[in-house]
């Protein structure tokens, strides 16, 4: 199974900082990466989809870059509603579909 | 409406069996693979089980296989989750969730609120 690892586990920013998390897989995984935001007691959304395209809805701020094994997710000036919890996620070779251990996202 | 709403949840005792409902609206059921995904109290998200779009095809995660069967009927656009000889590990929020496919995301593009599942004596 390919493995999936975020940096950091969680991160302290203010309103206005950009900000970027990382996502490492254990071997290539192409462009077959996903950005999941999850807000406390609500379901995941999907944020950014193949390493870099922008879920339609979601701000321009997010972006997504990467290939390979090494990805990113930036945002670039952080709003009160984008503390959350932030999740990569492999769509390369599944079963299974795994997952970051994810990221936490506080107001410092 | 594109929407999944998942029911069927509750508390369990080790060793019991829970069926998961997941109803989907506003979109054609049936182009599309459903997942199951679920998250332990205070964990990340842990992928469960798949099935494709005609129901033939399904797949586990190693940690249910054997337990858990993955089923949807197409004509009630509605996926289930049988959960047989459940354990205190089971415990999670389940949400189902449609990959989007058609569309060449490849990803979890719409997901269920979720279902509380807890097991304990």
């Known amino acids: 199974d390919i493995q999936m690892t975020q940096s950091p586990s969680s991160l302290s920013a203010s309103v206005g900082d950009r900000v970027t998390i990382t996502c490492r897989a254990s071997?290539?995984?192409?462009?077959?990466l996903n950005w999941y935001q999850q807000k406390p007691g609500k379901a995941p959304t999907l944020l950014i989809y193949?390493?870099?395209s922008l879920e339609r809805g979601v701000p321009s701020r997010f972006s997504g870059s990467g290939s390979g094994t090494d990805f990113s997710l930036t945002i670039s000036s952080l709003q009160p509603e984008d503390f959350a919890t932030y999740y990569c996620?492999?769509?390369?070779?599944?079963?299974?579909?795994?997952f970051g251990q994810g990221t936490k996202l506080e107001i410092k | 409406e594109v929407q999944l709403v998942e029911s069927g949840g509750g508390l369990i005792e080790p060793g019991g069996s829970l069926r998961l409902s997941c109803a989907a609206s506003?979109?054609?059921?049936?182009?599309?693979?459903m997942h199951w995904v679920r998250q332990a109290p205070g964990k990340g998200l842990v992928w469960v089980s798949a099935?494709?779009?005609?129901?033939?095809?399904?797949r586990y995660a190693d940690s249910v296989k054997g337990r858990f069967t993955i089923s949807r009927d197409n004509a009630k656009n509605t996926v289930y989750l049988q959960m047989n000889s459940l354990r205190a590990e089971d415990t999670a929020v389940y949400y189902c969730?449609?990959?989007?496919?058609?569309?060449?995301?490849?990803?979890?593009?719409?997901w269920g609120q979720g279902t509380m599942v807890t097991v304990s004596s």
């Open positions: 193949l390493a870099s």
């Open positions: 506003g979109f054609t059921f049936s182009n599309y693979w």
């Open positions: 996620q492999q769509s390369y070779s599944t079963p299974p579909d795994t």
């Open positions: 969730a449609r990959v989007d496919n058609p569309g060449g995301k490849d990803a979890f593009d719409i």
């Open positions: 099935i494709t779009r005609d129901g033939i095809t399904t």
């Open positions: 071997q290539t995984i192409s462009s077959h």
